[in-house]
């Protein structure tokens, strides 16, 4: 799914994080403020009731989790966020921070609720429409997600609610739309880490229309930006594997997993060695999975799609199936699908990935697990020759 819950995919399901709050302060790992800026750690050590700037460093702690792949940061922000709930538990831009920590963890439900709850108390808050639109998409309520984001665009337009916009238009099969919202995200950004955001999204239209040169040129255009901008890192190894450079792609990868070892990474790495002759070694890829369990993570999803592809296909059916309890949306229907089919129960995938292909949504993947699962029925259900399945995961969900 095309967000920076890169969580999730990590999915990630979800979009833009930006500041709610009114308290200034630089997200934990990055740079010391000038010489006699508060931060907000020393803030909060002056002002150890301030409810705002406890939900303000839990939601930077949220961001941290997905700069830098260390879901212990989804601990720290559960503390942050406890506190303020402590002191002021019906605040919208607690109940907000909450929320985006509930969408983080994949508790997707959770952060519907808590953004409701949000709303409740301050029927303003562009950023509680966000996480409430985010957490839609993922429970399956598109027209939900879309009056969301159309009420975001109404009290706040700019980068966080152009590109839920876009992922909107892109769900529907709107593909102008959805480039035409990216376009405005690109003009509004006024700082590099949007400017490398809307650059990296427009590459990632472009690849999902096999158009691997534009979505290269995006990529370089956003690391221009920010030299450090691991998505595009990932992007411009994505885009040379699936135009057929995998020595490049190789070397791309090593220094996308140095930077940053997502599961989403660590599988697409994996496929790439696998294309090119080479062993995949799953080894830091089972440790990852060990990490997200312990802190809490749930990512039945990403297991699911990996089971699916590359392991166990009754694992896959059990992963896919919880997801789908939870988030009944369009990916996670995809999966059981595509799962299901897998441990060779095409008649019943056939519904789950008709639901994944309702929307009109043009996505690659889904286009080509629902014409694999009807072949297998017998139907004359012609395959994209551009699509190379034993590519799958560097064209999902990105």
Not at 29 to 58: F, M, N
Not at 199 to 207: I, K, T, V
Not at 306 to 325: I, K, L, M, N, T
């Amino acid at each position: 799914m095309r967000s920076l819950l890169l969580l999730a995919g990590l999915v990630l399901t979800g979009a833009l994080l930006f500041t709610v709050f009114g308290v200034a302060a630089a997200p934990a790992g990055a740079p010391a403020p000038a010489a006699g800026r508060e931060t907000l750690q020393d803030r909060l050590k002056r002002l150890p009731d301030d409810h705002r700037g406890w939900a303000q460093l839990g939601v930077q702690y949220v961001d941290q989790a997905r700069i830098s792949g260390d879901p212990s940061y989804y601990t720290k922000a559960a503390g942050a966020l406890d506190t303020a709930a402590r002191l002021s538990p019906r605040d919208d831009a607690v109940l907000t921070g909450r929320a985006t920590l509930a969408a983080g963890r994949h508790e997707f439900a959770e952060a519907e609720r808590l953004a409701e709850r949000a709303l409740d108390a301050n029927a303003y808050s562009a950023a509680a429409y966000g996480v409430l639109a985010d957490a839609r998409v993922q429970l399956g309520d598109l027209r939900g997600a879309r009056e969301a984001v159309e009420r975001m665009l109404d009290l706040r337009p700019g980068v966080a609610s152009f590109a839920r916009a876009s992922y909107a238009a892109e769900l529907r099969g709107d593909l102008d739309g959805a480039r035409r919202y990216l376009q405005y995200a690109h003009e509004d950004a006024r700082v590099p880490a949007d400017l490398a955001y809307a650059r990296h999204q427009l590459g990632e239209l472009a690849l999902h229309a096999h158009d691997f040169e534009t979505a290269d040129r995006w990529y370089a255009r956003a690391l221009e930006t920010d030299p450090g901008y691991t998505p595009a890192l990932a992007g411009r190894a994505r885009a040379a594997a699936l135009g057929g450079r995998l020595d490049e792609a190789l070397t791309r990868y090593e220094g996308v997993v140095r930077r940053l070892p997502l599961p989403q990474y660590l599988i697409e790495q994996g496929e790439v060695r696998l294309k090119a002759g080479l062993p995949a070694d799953w080894t830091l890829l089972d440790a990852q999975r060990d990490l997200l369990a312990r802190t809490g993570v749930r990512d039945d999803l990403t297991w699911a799609e990996f089971e699916a592809d590359h392991g166990d296909p009754d694992e896959a059916v059990r992963h896919a199936r919880a997801e789908y309890a939870r988030n009944p949306g369009l990916i996670a229907a995809d999966a059981l699908g595509w799962a299901l089919f897998k441990a060779d129960r095409p008649r019943e995938a056939l519904r789950y990935a008709k639901q994944a292909t309702s929307t009109g949504w043009r996505h690659p993947v889904l286009r080509y697990h629902r014409a694999e699962i009807e072949r297998s029925l017998g139907r004359d259900v012609p395959l994209d020759p551009r699509f190379d399945p034993e590519l799958a995961t560097l064209a999902r969900f990105s």
